[in-house]
């Protein structure tokens, strides 16, 4: 009995002992739990005003870049000069267009009037990365604002605006040689000689761009590209003047090729395919055609074929095309026969294609040789082979 009373006694002990210790490590433990969450806590205040200060300083360094960039916008825009009061916005080409037009004459007068005409725009890599091309393939054209680079009056540019003379009127084709102001039309020469066009994206292939439906010469200097958006580019109640829609003016009857051409054609093509943009003679020769199915003459030219040989140097007429065919420098692309008949030449990735036209506008493609310009030619990284896999 005594026996059993004294375990009793030593079970009730052991187990007030166990919750006793229970109960005390139960406490510490909460006493470091209250102590670790109240260092916490500590530290989460001291990481909000860390971030508070941190997130003060960047709004205050925002606002400072912001007037340091207002203040150098200001100072870069104003005028260098008591006597040049003109602003300058620094701006640089950030890709050349290599063309399948070697030359200003040729190259159509507006976007997509020859659906062959290729271009290859290639980006400057170290102002444009490849990765600001990806997405571009999946729009069908875009626009392209550009630099006239081969206007013979861009020396005007550089002098004073009281000085520079340039026309507030152009001759239009349109208008048979009729003027009219220069901002109601596409003319080049322009105050600002920058030009804007519209081409279909073929395809993309890392720093290049493969168009077609192009107005650009070779060489062309490129200042920016954007995709074509339909839904706020395309404006269906838009309106144009009557004289705009006159297009049997600049239209031909038909366009035949000699007998000999396209065995001469084929004669070039083994010197010129590995420059080319085209899969074949027989594609270079559809280009051709497509083309010279559009009068590619200056007005000059059209009113008086034989009279624009004897030009004088200074005459100041000039076209209204993309590229304004100017007289003074393409009367070297005109030879004459005889007094019935005169030859004029067109350039097409450095082919020289020489052709006839009637007075009914009757094309006849005569012959094709390589032209001097080839040798010069800037086309040393892209042509046919490189697009093949994504043209077909």
Known sequence: MGSTNSETKWLRITITLTLAAVSISTAISGYVFKRKLRTLNSKICELEASLKSS??????????????????????????????????????????????????????????????????????????????????????????????????????LWRHPSKSKFKAKVRVPRLKGGRMGVFATRSPHRPCPIGLTVAKVEAVHGHMVLLSGVDLVDGTPVLDVKPYVPYCDSIAEATVPDWLMVDNLLTVACVSFSEDFTLSLENCWR?????????????????????????????????????????????????????GVDERQDEREQIPLNSEQVIYQLILEGLDVSYTIDD?????????????LSSSSNRNCCNYLTWKSKLQ
């Open 360 to 372: 009914k506008s009757n094309v006849i493609v005569q012959n094709v040789t390589p032209s001097p």
């Open 55 to 156: 997130s003060d300083k960047c709004s205050s360094e925002r606002q400072g870049r912001i007037r340091a960039q207002q203040a150098l916008r200001k100072a870069l825009t104003q005028p260098k000069s008591e006597n040049l009061e003109l602003t300058y916005y620094p701006m640089a080409p950030i890709g050349t267009v290599q063309s399948c037009f070697s030359t200003r004459n040729g190259t159509p007068r507006q976007p997509l009037l020859v659906p062959l005409a290729r271009a290859c725009l290639v980006f400057n890599t170290a102002r444009v990365p490849p990765a600001s091309l990806e997405g571009l393939e999946e729009y069908s054209h875009c626009w392209i604002i550009y630099v006239f680079h081969l206007n013979t009056d861009l020396e005007k």
């Open 271 to 323: 010197m010129t395919e590995k420059k080319s943009l085209y899969a074949s003679a027989g594609e270079m020769q559809c280009l051709i055609k497509q083309v010279l199915s559009w009068d590619i003459r200056s007005l000059s030219q059209r009113n008086r074929p034989h009279d624009a040989l004897c030009k004088n140097a200074d005459d100041d007429e000039l076209s209204a095309n993309n590229f």
